[in-house]
């Protein structure tokens, strides 16, 4: 049975019926299918949450144990039946390649199979496994940065961009506005790549996500809060990393000669990294740019694909060239997250 | 090429002159002569020409991606030279070494002629990434903003040799990028650039606009009094090394008035304005407009539009530099000097002998008899020659109605048979280094000025808003009005009475137009 009879889309997002199960939905409900801690994605008050180990954990770590009554853990690749015993619908993850834990799903019922791949990407990151092509029927995709514009550098070259900055500007205080879960891990790690050994300086609301991914086996090196440093005249040449949010509030201007820099996929765009006031962009990126969009397409070879997410236009303008039947999934309430503060 | 990218990227999202400078100074200590000279000349605009058009660029890219999904990216991006700079399909063999060199493309291009700038271009736009074509999108068509002014450009110049400021304008003229010598020079590894025998073009002195407490103040008999003729102001050096004639922007336009030139020698560096004579007749200011439209004018065009130069200072005599005398003094040295040329296209301004203020408003109200003469110039007899604007020392007067400089801020489209021309402009005036509007203007020019003005337009628009596109503020119209009022509606706090266009100043450079200072002191001569 072709899955547009048993999706829907609704005010609360997207509704697998046969399962009564909806999949990252907008506010607490029955059966929740998670596929990542992104707070837009991922919210507290839900009955019953299905999701990986580790996205389990992030949601512990922001909302606390009570993030939901009842919680069901569910590894990559195994698999859990959902609603009537004689008419299953089964939900199994895949890895998504996005943040730790990030997972695709993978819906089957009645002998189709839909994919809903999250917010994904292709390029290599530590803190995760990479992303696996999963054969379907349909595959759901996101467009964060569905245009051609958006080529993503290698995050090596980026992170030189900050270490030379620190080069120039050996008295200032170089504050890097990332999104707190997964974005700033991998800043730190790609610092660390490059030969960074001074210790990183975190604003508080960096900290417990960054214990939780040393607690998963993610090696960040020292890190110190911010609020520890007594003289912050002391911070003067240091790298802090604060939510996008601090750094326009009053948080920062306790710092020394603060050079503003800003990780995010955005900043590709020159207008928009002047709106920030990065006076350092960092393209930095948790997801596809457009040619790793048009590859998963091609090697996932999914004859329909459904887009959401983004600059959807351009997308399914492409994957109908490509000779794949696309359509837009109009899900409402999904931030830009790069650009939201978490 | 890496490292100029690098630099412009940095300029361009720093804020603050320090912190600009700062960005600069390492560049210059990191990077090698040539590579930094050129990316001097880039930023401080003087690269002589567009290496390609805008068009070539859009026509390459249209060549390698679907039209759709252009239009798509163009206006998701807002800007062409992004736009293009990120769609251009990276090259998988892309590898540092294989990154050109500054210098090497600017020669490349230098070279090229019109027909082969294009492949060039496609040929570096593979060897490079994102950020090093929009540089190069952006040095090739001479469009670079990174906030960084040509003053302070040479200022930074002066911090990183640590030496004066005036001594790096003095010499600005005389040295051209790769700017070799001159790093050598600051660099303390050579001897300072010799550049008194060049012919080369030396900072202008300007006027104030005159206001009505000044002319109630001034003594007439210590001020020179001339007229202030239509036409534009040159400047003509002669050297032993040759002669050239230059715009008050420094622009060399010997080759537009080869007639002017023709029968000057020896050493001298004359100040003044070009202007259609007809022996000692001067034409009109449209006249000139025809000689200036031609890069290179025909013989008979010469023949019929002669050109001829009314002199009114001198900076240079024989290699004694005259700058320190005063006017009146300089005003003898320059009618021997004239005197001693052998050209009738040289003609000494004439002073009007005027004793008391009476004589000098019934002068001024005569001055608009004359089409040739748009008003009186105030010159103090005792003013020494100081480059730039120094106060108190001249003023320009100009005839009714009231005149002032303003620059175009953004544009609209007119109605009806207009509608699809930009003809509706708003144009600003200068606090300190910002431009405010001051009014709107959609009359007082020709047909054939409309279709220039739309196609200045579309080629120097830089953003969208609704119907009204902004315009680069490189265009200076002289606006006339009738009367300033006092308007707190305005963020000027100004309004034009029936502004129009006066003249398009295609020739003068946005920095030198009026202040709403200037404007707002005419409030009360007009009321
Ligand atoms: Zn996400
Ligand atoms: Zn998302």
């Known amino acids: 049975m072709h899955p547009r009879d048993w999706m829907r889309v609704n005010d609360t997002g997207l509704y697998c019926e046969p399962a009564d199960a909806y999949i990252d939905p907008m506010v607490p409900v029955t059966r929740a299918i998670i596929t990542h801690g992104h707070a837009d994605h991922a919210r507290a008050g839900h009955d019953h949450v299905y999701a990986t180990p580790t996205t389990l954990k992030i949601m512990t770590t922001r909302y606390g144990e009570e993030m939901a009554r009842e919680q069901t853990a569910l590894d990559y690749r195994q698999s859990v039946t959902l609603g009537d015993d004689k008419d299953p619908v089964t939900v199994t993850f895949y890895p998504a390649g996005h943040i730790a834990g990030s997972a695709q799903a993978l819906i089957e019922y009645r002998g189709a199979r839909l994919v809903i791949s999250g917010d994904y990407k292709r390029r290599p990151d530590p803190t995760c496994e990479p992303f696996e092509v999963v054969p379907c029927d349909v595959f759901i995709t996101e467009a964060t940065f569905g245009l051609p514009v958006f080529t993503h550098p290698p995050i090596d070259q980026e992170i030189q961009k900050l270490l030379h900055s620190q080069q120039v500007f050996p008295d200032r205080c170089h504050v890097v506005g990332t999104y707190a879960l997964g974005k700033c891990q991998r800043v730190i790690l790609a610092l660390r790549d490059a030969g960074y050994t001074r210790p990183l300086y975190l604003h508080g609301a960096l900290i417990r996500l960054c214990d939780l991914y040393q607690e998963l086996g993610v090696a960040l090196g020292p890190l110190v809060a911010v609020s520890e440093v007594e003289n912050k005249q002391d911070l003067a040449g240091e790298i802090i990393l604060a939510p996008p949010s601090a750094l326009a509030d009053r948080w920062s201007r306790s710092l020394p000669k603060v050079r503003t820099v800003m990780a995010s996929g955005w900043m590709q765009i020159r207008a928009r990294a002047r709106q920030r006031q990065a006076e350092l962009p960092l393209i930095i990126s948790d997801h596809c740019d457009w040619p790793e969009l048009l590859q998963t397409l091609e090697e996932v070879n999914a004859p329909e694909v459904w887009v959401t997410h983004g600059r959807e236009d351009a997308l399914i303008y492409q994957a109908e060239k490509m000779g794949f039947n696309a359509r837009a999934l109009s899900l409402l309430g999904y931030e830009e997250e790069d650009d939201s503060s978490e | ?527």
């Open chain 2, 1 to 527: 090429m890496k490292a100029f990218s690098d630099l412009l990227d940095q300029l361009y999202f720093t804020s603050g002159n320090n912190a600009k400078a700062a960005i600069i100074k390492e560049y210059l200590r990191s990077t090698p002569d040539p590579d930094r000279g050129w990316a001097i000349a880039a930023i401080a605009g003087t690269l002589k020409f567009d290496f390609f058009k805008r068009n070539t660029v859009k026509t390459l890219m249209l060549e390698r991606i679907d039209p759709e999904l252009f239009a798509m990216s163009y206006d998701y991006v807002g800007e062409m030279s992004e736009t293009v700079a990120h769609l251009w399909p990276d090259s998988q063999a892309t590898q540092t070494d294989s990154i050109p060199r500054l210098a090497d493309i600017v020669e490349e291009f230098q070279n090229a002629s019109r027909q082969t700038a294009g492949k060039l271009l496609s040929g570096y736009l593979d060897l490079l990434d994102a950020s090093q074509r929009w540089a190069l999108i952006k040095l090739g068509t001479r469009g670079l903003r990174v906030g960084v002014s040509a003053r302070s450009m040479k200022q930074i110049l002066a911090s990183y040799g640590n030496v004066d400021i005036e001594d790096i304008e003095s010499l600005w003229h005389g040295v051209a990028p790769p700017y070799t010598e001159l790093l050598a020079w600051l660099e303390g590894k050579a001897e300072k650039p010799d550049i008194s025998g060049e012919v080369t073009f030396h900072p202008v002195m300007l006027s104030h606009p005159i206001d009505d407490q000044t002319l109630e103040q001034i003594t007439v008999n210590d001020w020179q009094v001339e007229y202030k003729y239509d036409g534009i102001r040159v400047q003509l050096v002669c050297t032993e090394k040759g002669k050239a004639l230059f715009s008050r922007t420094g622009d060399d336009i010997s080759q537009a008035f080869p007639d002017v030139l023709e029968g000057i020698s020896g050493d001298g560096v004359v100040d003044g304005e070009l202007l259609i004579m007809h022996g000692k007749d001067v034409d009109s200011f449209n006249a000139l407009q025809q000689r200036l439209n031609r890069k290179k004018p025909p013989a008979k065009l010469i023949k019929s539009l002669p050109a001829g130069l009314i002199l009114y200072d001198i900076l240079r005599n024989g290699d004694t530099d005259v700058t320190q005398s005063a006017l009146t003094e300089r005003r003898q040295i320059l009618s021997q000097w004239i005197a001693g040329q052998q050209c009738s296209h040289l003609h000494l301004s004439q002073t009007l002998n005027l004793t008391d203020a009476a004589s000098l408003r019934k002068k001024h109200e005569q001055a608009s008899d004359d089409v040739a003469v748009e008003g009186l110039m105030l010159k103090r007899k005792d003013s020494r020659y100081v480059p730039g604007r120094p106060k108190g020392q001249w003023y320009k007067w100009k005839r009714d109605p009231k005149l002032v400089d303003a620059v175009i801020m953004y544009a609209q489209r007119g109605h009806g048979k207009r509608s699809s021309y930009y003809s509706d402009f708003t144009f600003g005036a200068w606090q300190d280094d910002k431009l405010l509007p001051i009014g709107k203007a959609y009359s007082g020019f020709t047909d054939e000025e409309l279709k220039k003005l739309d196609n200045w337009v579309r080629r120097n628009a830089v953003g969208r808003f609704g119907p009204v596109r902004e315009v680069k503020k490189e265009l200076v119209i002289e606006v006339a009005f009738d009367a300033v009022h006092p308007s707190p509606r305005h963020k000027s706090g100004i309004a034009l009475r029936f502004p129009r266009f006066h003249r398009i100043r295609w020739d003068k450079p946005a920095a030198e137009a009026d202040t709403l200072e200037t404007i707002k002191a005419l409030i009360h001569s007009t009321d």
